[in-house]
């Protein structure tokens, strides 16, 4: 390696120890490269390398051999070179992939991503920017701020890189104006006004003829923020790292022999200590750190993004998806929230399409339920829109099938993050920064909130409750039948309504698929939808019964807190919950609509039993056993509930 510019070098055995422990002990910097197609972003990358002596002797002559063929600078060396390593960018003389370079100086060691400039490779700068600290955007002095200027940065702010070194390169080309330079800087403030807490720095630099990349340029006296390298070594980013929510998501469940149990992972954020009371999500289960262990033994601490085995002093239930928090300090747990994704798939975002999500060590069925909007990336407005093609910018509601444990990204880029995968191909087709939980809750409705609207009351009928029983002879009362699809909920609801009427009672059924073609048909599947699905069909049967009517409900409700819900709007004294309890297998062998069997192949996202929950009711008021009882007894079994509790008469 050329070693030119290195000074104090060690020359015994204890100077060598120091000399690696002071450089054991530098931090590291992830910076990445990005701008428009052309702005130098390759070339300033070689040039960074070059100056600071960070280059083998053969890996150079190699490149001054390739510039006489692929260069593009007109001289005998193409710093870009050093970078645009495969055959079609050397021929296009653009970057495609994002390529990794290492390098260090006696204060900070470095790791730089030159992402491409295109925007048919705007995905693969999405991928460089998701670990880095700080983004080097390049602007051509010539050509001033760009679209992908524009789209660049703002996905960088997005990925919550919140230090900007803004490099207006070529210099040289418009022979070192001092003007351009200012101008370029105050469109680009204006542009910038609207990203989110970033911290700028503003450099004029020629890449190519390398003034202000290592070295303070002799060309632009006027300038005096120093180079390039100078604001690399100093920026502070160790307060960018989240050390205060420890958050560790488990990887693998180490069992080597029965008197051993392990949680492998990674640190996400924070810091984990041994003897700290943990929580474990989303059970919710407590326990104590007992050990920690890395590859070199134990330790008594652990941070990010340290790799260890964590052992805890109770036998808990803990697996692969899990996360281990603090009791006291804990993330969302959640199906349901909202996130930014950039899409980077050639095929357009599917609405209520099936995907699965990558969270932490968590892989997920998913759905995208809504596209709210999507940024206009010129302006930063929001556009309505139908879908996300490749390299587009939205935001999207998501619900999973499972919980998961999630911080907004903002506060944690470790846990905050996600890529959406396509369950055919496993290809990632975007990635997303997950928004606050409370962010995705304002677009539900909150059954307890008060109306919008202020100006309206209740109206009291003038026909009594008393009046209604007495003319219809019964008393109103709503049927809830839950259970799983296929048990028999809708047989038994058509049936006991033939019953009910053969007697002379005004009886009425609302029946899930009925209610979906009408009222509720803009509801979809996830487990925010299926919550407001229940409320809203809750209130209708309490209007039902006001009217004095039995109001038969069959919907699968598959969670006890909405019936729970819909007990309290209904009201206690006539809310019937009708346990329709048949075993999954029963109802797979009956499947009268072929749901089970689309559900198993995956093309059904979230249906209960198979990849959705189902909370079985803990005290109904009634169970039917349809895998053993006949239609017509579990009818005879409903009436006679209703005689005992005088709703019908005798």
Avoid at 140 to 168: K, M, N
Avoid at 267 to 285: F, Q, Y
Avoid at 291 to 297: A, D, E, K, L, R
Avoid at 323 to 330: S, T
Wanted: proline content about 4%.
């Amino acid at each position: 390696m050329i070693t030119g510019s290195a000074t104090g070098l060690p020359t015994n055995e204890a100077e060598v120890i120091a000399y690696l422990k002071r450089h054991g002990e530098k931090d590291m910097l992830r910076f990445l490269t990005a701008g428009s197609v052309d702005d130098g972003k390759s070339t300033l990358i070689g040039r960074l390398l070059y100056d600071s002596k960070m280059i083998y002797e053969d890996q150079l002559a190699a490149v001054i051999e390739d510039s006489t063929v692929h260069g593009t600078t007109d001289t005998d060396f193409d710093p870009a070179l050093l970078t645009d390593g495969l055959k079609a960018e050397r021929e296009q003389g653009i970057t495609i992939d994002v390529a990794y370079r290492y390098f260090s100086t006696d204060k900070r060691n470095f790791i730089i991503a030159d992402t491409p400039g295109h925007e048919q490779y705007t995905r693969n700068m999405a991928t460089g920017a998701s670990t880095c600290d700080l983004a080097v955007i390049l602007i051509d002095a010539r050509h001033g701020i760009l679209e992908q200027t524009r789209r660049h940065s703002f996905i960088a702010s997005l990925l919550g890189i919140r230090h900007l070194a803004v490099c207006v390169n070529k210099m040289d080309l418009v022979d070192y104006s001092q003007e351009v330079f200012e101008r370029i800087c105050l469109d680009y403030e204006g542009f910038a006004a609207k990203l989110e807490d970033v911290d700028m720095h503003f450099i004029p630099i020629s890449a190519l003829r390398g003034d202000n990349v290592v070295d303070q340029s002799e060309n632009m006296p006027w300038f005096q923020g120093g180079s390039l390298l100078y604001y690399l070594e100093r920026v502070p980013v160790s307060t960018d790292r989240n050390l205060i929510d420890m958050r560790f998501p488990v990887q693998y469940v180490l069992r080597p022999d029965l008197n051993y149990r392990g949680y492998c992972g990674t640190v996400a954020s924070g810091i984990l200590r041994k003897g700290n009371d943990v929580t474990i999500l989303p059970s919710e289960r407590t326990s104590r750190v007992a050990s920690i262990t890395t590859f070199s033994g134990e330790v008594e601490e652990a941070f990010p993004p340290m790799a260890v085995t964590v052992t805890l002093e109770d036998e808990v239930d803990v697996s692969r998806g899990d996360m281990i928090v603090h009791p006291n300090n804990q993330p969302h747990v959640a199906q349901d929230f909202e996130a930014v994704v950039v899409w980077m798939n050639d095929e357009p975002l599917k609405l209520n399409g099936s995907y699965l999500v990558k969270s932490t060590t968590n892989l997920v069925p998913a759905t995208v339920t809504d596209l709210k909007y999507r940024f206009d990336i010129n302006s930063l407005h929001r556009v309505d829109a139908e879908t996300l093609h490749a390299n587009e910018i939205g935001r999207v509601s998501l619900s999973t099938h499972r919980q998961i444990c999630f911080d907004a990204y903002s506060r944690n880029r470790s846990t905050g993050c996600l890529i959406i995968v396509d369950r055919n191909t496993n290809a990632t087709v975007g990635a997303g920064m997950i928004l606050d939980r409370e962010a995705a809750a304002t677009s539900h409705v909150d059954a307890a909130a008060e109306p919008k609207s202020t100006h309206i009351r209740r109206e009291v009928s003038g026909v009594s409750a008393d009046d209604r029983v007495a003319l219809l002879k019964q008393k109103p009362a709503t049927l809830w039948l839950t259970g799983l699809s296929g048990s028999g909920k809708s047989t038994i609801a058509r049936d006991l309504e033939q019953a009910l009427h053969e007697r002379g009672q005004a009886c009425f059924i609302l029946d899930g698929d009925n209610i979906r073609h009408g009222l509720n048909r803009d509801l979809g599947f996830s487990a925010a939808d299926r919550t407001e699905n229940i409320r809203r069909v809750s209130e209708v049967a309490a209007l039902l019964n006001d009217a004095g009517l039995i109001v038969i409900t069959s919907f699968i409700s598959p969670y006890r807190e909405d019936r729970a819900k819909a007990r309290e709007i209904i009201g206690p004294d006539r809310f019937v919950e009708i346990h329709v309890d048949t075993p999954i297998e029963v109802c797979e062998t009956r499947d009268p609509k072929g749901l089970y069997k689309k559900a198993r192949a995956g093309e059904i996202a979230q249906f209960t039993g198979i990849d959705a929950p189902y909370d079985p009711p803990e005290t109904p008021e009634l169970t039917l056993k349809t895998a053993e009882t006949p239609v017509d007894q579990s009818t005879t079994q409903i009436i006679a509930y209703l005689e005992e509790k005088s709703i019908l008469a005798d």
